[in-house]
């Protein structure tokens, strides 16, 4: 009974009730709207990273991440590739040969961090081919193609096909120059990795630096982002401990940090929206119980304990509460599904979103896991929200809360 | 035998600065089946009598037993276990949970008091029919008229089986028809039940129905008379 009093209660005063309610599902709509736009940006930069440069798993040998020194290549690359190719957790790897140099035109200079790749094993673990937005991946130019993004060919002003200057040093210190010509032109959504990377064929690049056959990296992805950690273990186990075996939030450490940070600023965003909204319950309990003292008086009369007064008023906020974050979430879970199919266009902001590393479309995405956290974050604003009025309502002596 | 007796009984506000005694040393015996009406007029007293007597104050001197208990020795908590089982209360305004309906409230009170779902629901049926209310207990106290809602409230404070009821200007708000009602009913109940009623009332009509009447006046008890004439 006391939990139908509560709840009929609540609609007695049905136009405030619907205020607080309305409040109550407006403010967690947009605070977890905020939230879903949150999560996908970060999603979304962390699967550019991982598709375009990380991958799940990178092998360098120890000493190379340092400053890139070419002499710091993978040491018996064939043992460490049967060793890949038995596990069957991991889905495709590819070698790369990398190399820091300048790009040279007639019209200016760009300092690069040169992939020589495999082109076809390369498709297996990024998505750089489809991020061609002019000319072909390694396909048309058969002499020392080039590919490079589109903001280093507006730097040089170059177009597909044009020729351009590579000046590097090989292997014994010599500086080398070699012409290229750009086969295609790529466009991802990070203007940073687009502005310090370019790709060659791995045979031409280490054919310039003298070291046939040197790999410098192997990246590696995995048939579950789960598997991540094991796979890890299991390769450093079954490798040698000259290798520096790191998962793609180890290569970019700033992207764990996201990842991790934006669960937390999620529930602390919530948390202030929330612990704002529960000043409003408060203050409609609070007249509920200024507006009820003599019927409370009343009920302690004829011989209602102070723990169901308590109680009746708990739940009475719990109601109010819980009705307006029902209404919250389902409004809010309709819109992140259907923002999360359709995407949110943030073209205006663009630029900045480039330089983020993250297209203009963000797709906002929340797990079920977060909505039932997101309940119990209510209920418990609820209870929060609760206790002063109960209290207050449990100070009130009969006698004086009867004759007023 | 005497469910009520209070012994020399004071309620002194202010003590340490000017004494006000709202009661002055008040010894008063009331007997199970009376029908008594406590009269006075404004700041008598008699609201202060009622209070104490139905465990909601408590006296700056002297002793209230009900029914043997020393209401001084209760805690609060057994006190309002105590009014639970022990004290009907009727007031002016009907007091009645606006979100309940008639047959509600009446159980509420005995959920109180942990009572079967059978229980209570029989006997929640049973008093409202008494009170000539039987084809309207699904209706909420706003569709009912004020002699009908008090009439609620007398069921109400009947339902947990008290040793007395306390109304406290039961009649105040009511027209003539519905106070004749109400006090018809009250008086039933009275004579065939053995049902203690106390009233605290300036209304003639129901002092004419009591048939004791305790008069109070500056916290003392001025006259307390028997009305030999009313069965």
Redesign the interface.
Same mark, same amino acid.
């Given at each position: 009974m006391i939990a139908a009093i509560s709840w009929r209660n609540v609609w007695r005063t049905r136009l405030r009730s619907l205020v607080i309610i309305m409040a109550i599902a407006i403010g967690l709509t947009g605070g977890v709207l905020s939230v879903g736009v949150f999560n996908g940006l970060a999603e979304q930069k962390m699967r550019t990273a991982i598709d375009t440069q990380t991958a799940h798993i990178q092998i360098h040998q120890k000493g190379f991440t340092d400053d890139y020194d070419i002499h710091y290549f993978l040491k018996n690359p064939d043992n460490i590739l049967s060793v890949i190719e038995m596990d069957n957790r991991i889905k495709a790897y590819s070698t790369r040969t990398i190399s820091e140099l300048m790009i040279r035109t007639a019209n200016g200079s760009a300092g690069v961090q040169l992939l020589g790749i495999n082109p076809e094993a390369e498709k297996s673990i990024s998505t750089i081919w489809e991020s061609v937005v002019d000319g072909a991946y390694f396909e048309g130019i058969k002499r020392n193609p080039i590919l490079i993004s589109q903001k280093t060919a507006d730097k040089l002003k170059v177009r597909v096909k044009s020729k351009i200057i590579l000046s590097l040093l090989d292997t014994d210190g010599n500086a080398v120059d070699a012409g290229f010509r750009v086969v295609g032109i790529f466009k991802t959504s990070s203007s940073m990795f687009d502005e310090a990377t370019a790709f060659v064929r791995q045979e031409d690049l280490q054919r310039l630096t003298l070291m046939e056959g040197v790999n410098h990296e192997i990246a590696i992805k995995v048939n579950d982002p789960e598997e991540v950690t094991p796979v890890i273990a299991d390769l450093k186990s079954n490798l040698s401990e000259d290798l520096q075996i790191e998962s793609w939030k180890e290569v970019q450490p700033e992207l764990a940090y996201i990842s991790d940070m934006t669960g937390q600023m999620n529930f602390l965003f919530l948390g202030i929206i929330l612990f704002a909204l529960a000043f409003g319950i408060l203050n409609t309990m609070l007249m509920a119980i200024f507006e009820r003292v003599k019927e409370i008086g009343v009920l302690m009369a004829v011989g209602m304990n102070k723990m169901k007064i308590f109680l009746m008023i708990v739940f009475e906020t719990i109601f109010l509460a819980l009705i307006g974050g029902f209404i919250g979430i389902i409004i809010s879970a309709s819109l992140i599904i259907w923002l999360g199919n359709q995407g949110i266009n943030l073209s205006v902001v663009g630029e900045g979103l480039a330089a983020y590393g993250v297209g203009q479309i963000i797709y906002p995405q929340l797990s079920g896991a977060f909505y039932l956290q997101l309940i119990l974050m209510v209920f418990f604003t609820a209870l929060f929200s609760s206790i002063y009025p109960a209290i207050k309502a449990l100070k009130l002596k009969p006698i004086e809360a009867i004759h007023g | 035998m005497s469910i009520i007796q209070l012994n020399n009984v004071s309620k002194i506000y202010n003590p340490d600065t000017i004494p006000v005694y709202a009661l002055n040393k008040v010894n008063l015996e009331i007997e199970e089946g009376e029908f008594t009406a406590i009269v006075g007029p404004s700041g008598s007293g008699k609201?202060t009598l009622l209070?104490m007597l139905?465990g909601?104050?408590l006296p700056s001197e002297g002793k209230i037993l009900i029914n043997q208990t020393d209401l001084q020795s209760l805690s609060s908590?057994q006190l309002?276990?105590f %009014?639970?089982?022990n004290i009907g209360?009727v007031?002016q305004d009907y007091?009645l949970?606006?979100?309940?309906t008639a047959k509600?409230n009446v159980?509420?009170?005995m959920?109180?008091?942990n009572r079967s779902k059978s229980e209570y629901e029989k006997r929640a049926m049973e008093l409202l029919k008494e009170v000539g209310l039987g084809e309207r207990m699904h209706n909420r106290p706003s569709k009912l008229s004020g002699g009908q809602q008090q009439r609620v409230a007398v069921a %109400?404070a009947l339902a947990?089986k008290p040793k007395f009821i306390l109304a406290d200007e039961p009649t105040a708000n009511l027209d003539s028809k519905s106070t004749n009602d109400l006090l018809d009913i009250m008086k039933k109940m009275n004579k065939e039940s053995n049902i203690t009623f106390i009233f605290a009332t300036h209304d003639q009509r129901v002092i004419d129905k009591a048939r004791r009447v305790i008069t109070i006046d500056d916290g003392a008890i001025v006259k307390d008379k028997i009305n030999t004439a009313i069965a």
């Open positions: - | 609201t209070n139905g909601l104050d908590k309002i276990d %009014r639970l089982h209360f007031f007091s949970l606006p979100v309940l509600e159980e509420f009170i959920q109180l008091q %109400r947990p």
